[in-house]
Structure formats: C-alpha cells, structure tokens
C-alpha cells in the first residue's frame, strides 16, 4: 500500500492531466447512442452471473443543451438467492459530463430523484422499508462525475499509453467528492463472452491512499467497456463483461 501510494503521489507531481468537471479537455461526445448489456460475476467469470443490467444511451436538447440520456434496468440476486430489480435515469450534458439529474427505484421499494446544478443537489429520497419520503437539500463544493459510471471518463479525455488524469468523482450516496486517478496501462487482448478485445486497460485509485478500486477495458466504439473488475473492500472482485446488443 506504501508503494502504491508513492507511485500516485510522484504522478500527481508530473506531467499529468487534472480534470474538473466543465473541462475543456473531456468531450464526451466520443459517446454515440447505443445500447449494451453487462453481466456481473464474482472473483471469476466462470461462476453464476450475480447481476445483469442493459446501459441505453440516447442523445437530445434540454432549454438548449445538448445532452446525454443514460437508462440503466438491472437485476441481482441477493445473498439468499432473492431477486432484485432496479432502473436508473441519469442525464449528463453530453460535453462537458456534468452531471444534471438522477433517478433510482427498485423493487424493494425504495428511490432517489435529484436534480444538480452545479454543486447544488436537490430531490427527494425513500430508503427501502420506510414509508417517509425525505428531502435532499446539499451543496458539493466540488462537484464530480458520477462514481458509478467513472470509467467514461478516461476515454472522453483520450486515451494514449501512459497517460494519467487525476478527477473528481462524487455519487448520490457521498456528501463531497473525492479525487481518482486513471492510468492509461495500455493496450491488452481483453476476452469478453466468446470475442477478444485489443482494449485499453485502465486503472481507477483513489488519490487519497492509493488504493487500486477497480480497472477498465475500454474501446473506441459500441459498448466502450468491454469489461472491468471492480475490487471489494472484502477481497473479492466483482468481474463484469459487457456486449453490444441491436
């Protein structure tokens, strides 16, 4: 961990791309409309799939804003083998990625709707289980792109070998930001459900500690992450591999 720290902080001081939300070095309109599926295993992809989700992107206008439309409808099953089915509407604008609104509802009865202006996130919310609907009034005094969906950062700021972006990152269950760095490790065969990928490995540490959370396998066209592990605080990787669908 010591070394892994070493190695973050020694790139932080070089030559290395910080980003911010609003930069004019992510253009996230390397994006096109699309639709994918992910499949979600553990520690292998060789065991019983544990979630699957389909990520549709479509493009529009909002008051004169060219924006991104992600819908996001998944299930997963659960430590007693319960199904759980879940759908997110998230809306970005389609430069800049800047976060603009979120939605999140379940079949266990709970959701999550906010609108963000800057650092400003307003909604409402509803834990599973509780029939009271609260309100969600914060201010993020550094606004990020969306934790769950970070792995579009890094090909929306262009991916070379080597290269290393430094970004916040915030989600709707975090009161403040917190910085990541990508690494651009290079180009690797990716094998993803019966094809082989030459895809761009990239790796997500969180500045702080240098902890590694997770690497991405990223291309250039449809469905962009072609997979990634995504590394738990109890030792297991959640292993996803992800395909194009018509």
């Known amino acids: 961990m010591l070394l892994a720290l ?4 020694s790139l932080s ?5 910080r980003l911010e939300v609003g930069s004019a070095a992510v253009d996230g309109r390397v994006y096109q409309p699309h639709k994918a599926r992910v499949r979600v295993h553990l ?8 979630a699957e989700w389909t990520n549709e992107l479509t493009v529009g206008d909002s008051a004169g804003r060219e924006v991104m439309r992600w819908v996001t409808r998944g299930t997963q099953t659960g430590a007693g083998g319960n199904r759980m089915t879940w759908e997110i509407f998230q809306t970005y604008d389609r430069k800049t990625l800047a976060p603009l609104g979120y939605a999140r509802s379940s079949s266990a009865g709970g959701f999550m709707r906010l609108t963000i202006d800057g650092g400003r996130v307003k909604g409402t919310r509803k834990v599973p289980g509780d029939s009271t609907v609260q309100p969600v009034d ?4 550094r606004m990020g792109f969306i934790a769950s969906a970070s792995d579009l950062v890094p090909l929306a700021a262009g ?14 269950e975090m009161p403040q930001s917190e910085l990541r760095v990508f690494t651009v490790v290079g180009k690797v ?4 459900e019966g094809k082989v990928w030459d895809a761009w490995k990239v790796e997500e540490r969180r500045h702080s500690d240098g902890q590694l959370l997770a690497a991405w396998y990223l ?3 449809s469905p962009y992450m072609v997979a990634g592990d995504v590394f738990m605080p109890d030792g297991r990787v959640r292993k996803m591999t992800e395909v194009a669908l018509p």
Do not use: N, Y
């Open 43 to 50: 520690d292998s992809t060789s065991t019983p799939v544990v």
């Open 13 to 17: 001081a070089g030559d290395t791309l």
């Open 219 to 221: 291309v250039e066209e």
């Open 6 to 9: 070493i190695s973050v902080l």
């Open 189 to 192: 065969p990716t094998p993803v």
């Open 138 to 141: 914060l201010t993020v005094e």
């Open 159 to 172: 991916l070379k070998e080597g290269a290393v972006m430094i970004a916040p990152v915030w989600g709707p």
